[in-house]
């Protein structure tokens, strides 16, 4: 799974949570540990199932991830990303931007259990925020309590999201832009590309670094490793083809990511470009340092990102599956 995915994201401004309220509604918010009363076992059963789909399959953990990422930045952190595609409307999950992402029947896999124990009380976008924090700490990330209380959504958003999300092209200013405007700061954004140290990205996203020429700001002897890996100057986007993030760490969420790119070895231009600007460099160097500080600022930059404009109280639904509104079903 290519893991830029997971930090081009997209902004909203809070004042177009009117647009989901009638007239005189105001939404009930989210809190800490919202189904005490209504399933008191949600959260157990959530971070379970995400133990036990990581001992089988790995790779869920960067899965649950990109995720959080794609979902909560896209207007609402309301599920929409895991609606599948219908006659007249397109999923977010089948855009070119969600590229590589995948593993979304293991989030139904979490609905089912919740089900059984609960039927039609837990949102899947609380199970897809929750399983991202517990994804989190199955590759060796701090634990972040996060509030829940979110509702699901009822249309995928796929048709806007080429507007929001910014390419891993485009330039330093239009990622800290675009985070700004949901409240992360500099050293909020410096902490979330810090996802960077696990997983992989595929060659489809890297040869442009490479071929015709190669990128003169890349690590010479990381280069050899690349070309090795990406061997073509035009992958096939279905083949298996991809370079570690982190060769010293793969599948381990550690501060590794902030020396490999102070070392010229990140694989994407905004990896280099993050350890270049000027308004980003002091925060990587730090986080390079202190392992501690990248956690710090990696907890309160995803719990922003998890309260970004959530449907609560009556808005929105409970789907009955992930993959489809209600109204679907």
């Given at each position: 799974m290519g893991c830029r995915g997971l930090f081009f994201l997209v902004i909203f401004s809070l004042s177009g949570l009117s647009?989901?309220?009638a007239e005189n509604e105001e939404p009930a918010g989210l809190v800490m540990n919202y189904y005490k009363d209504t399933c008191p076992q949600a959260e157990d059963i959530i971070k379970e199932q995400v133990k036990l789909l990581y001992k089988r399959h790995k790779n869920t953990a960067f899965s649950w991830l990109r995720n959080i990422f794609h979902d909560c930045f896209v207007e609402s952190c309301d599920a929409s990303l895991l609606l599948d595609s219908?006659?007249?409307?397109?999923?977010e999950k089948e855009t070119d931007r969600s590229f590589g992402m995948r593993n979304f029947r293991y989030i139904e896999t979490i609905k089912e259990a919740l089900e059984r124990e609960c039927p039609g009380v837990v949102s899947c976008s609380d199970i897809l925020v929750l399983s991202a924090r517990d994804?989190?700490?199955s590759v060796g990330g701090p634990y972040i309590p996060l509030k829940t209380g979110r509702r699901d959504g009822r249309?995928?958003?796929?048709?806007?999201?080429e507007q929001y999300l910014p390419d891993h092209n485009e330039s330093m200013s239009v990622v800290l832009?675009?985070?700004?405007?949901?409240?992360i700061d500099a050293p909020g954004?410096?902490?979330?590309?810090?996802a960077h140290s696990v997983g992989r990205t595929h060659c489809v996203k890297l040869v442009h670094r490479l071929y015709p020429e190669v990128d003169p700001a890349l690590n010479p002897h990381h280069v050899e490793h690349m070309l090795h890996k990406c061997p073509d100057a035009i992958p096939d986007p279905k083949a298996v083809q991809y370079v570690r993030n982190d060769r010293g760490t793969p599948m381990k969420l550690d501060n590794n990511y902030y020396r490999n790119i102070l070392d010229n070895k990140g694989l994407l231009i905004v990896d280099h470009q993050l350890a270049t600007d000027k308004r980003t460099k002091p925060f990587v160097k730090k986080?390079?340092?202190?392992?501690?500080?990248f956690f710090k600022e990696f907890s309160r930059a995803i719990t922003i990102l998890?309260?970004?404009?959530?449907?609560?109280?009556?808005?929105?639904?409970?789907?009955?599956q992930c993959n489809l509104a209600n109204k679907n079903h």
């Open positions: 647009g989901f309220l219908t006659r007249r409307v397109l999923s994804g989190i700490v249309k995928s958003r796929a048709d806007i999201l832009e675009r985070f700004a405007n949901i409240g954004v410096v902490a979330l590309l810090g986080m390079a340092k202190s392992q501690d500080y998890s309260e970004n404009n959530p449907l609560t109280g009556t808005l929105g639904e409970i789907r009955k």
